[in-house]
């Protein structure tokens, strides 16, 4: 069976329910490996409402890996560096997720690759 050709692109706000649900999917399973996290009760909506706030933020991007749909996601943030240390902004991949119900080759490496590129425009 051929598998639909993956794009890359920026995140739109229709795409949050779905990127909610693989998050909430990852951390479920983060969770069950280290018992000293828990999942708040409103974790869903804290989530998304984060989510949301990075598509308007310039410090951050969110971008998504769709096929015949959204299969994953990867969030890439501009941070100040350490005090006295240069540079003084460094680029750190906050979050990567991938449906784990499917098999999406190359998915995690194109959401990586956009990300850096999108942290090199930055300066980073």
């Not at 479920?28 to 708040?40: C, G, N, P, T």
């Not at 804290?46 to 951050?60: F, I, P, Y």
């Not at 540079?87 to 956009?114: C, K, N, T």
Request: aromatic letters at 8%; proline letters at 6%.
């Amino acid at each position: 069976m051929l598998m639909p050709a993956l794009t890359i692109r920026a995140a739109a706000p229709a795409d949050l329910p779905r990127l909610t649900d693989l998050w909430y999917e990852k951390m479920v399973l983060v969770q069950q490996a280290d018992s000293r996290l828990r999942l708040a009760p409103d974790a869903r909506a804290r989530w998304l409402a984060a989510a949301g706030s990075w598509l308007d933020e310039d410090r951050a991007s969110l971008y998504v890996a769709e096929g015949e749909s959204v299969v994953g996601y990867i969030v890439a943030r501009v941070q100040p560096g350490s005090p006295g240390v240069l540079p003084d902004q460094v680029g750190v991949i906050a979050e990567l997720a991938l449906d784990a119900h499917g098999y999406y080759p190359g998915a995690g490496r194109q959401l990586v690759s956009a990300a850096c590129a999108w942290l090199r425009s930055q300066g980073i």
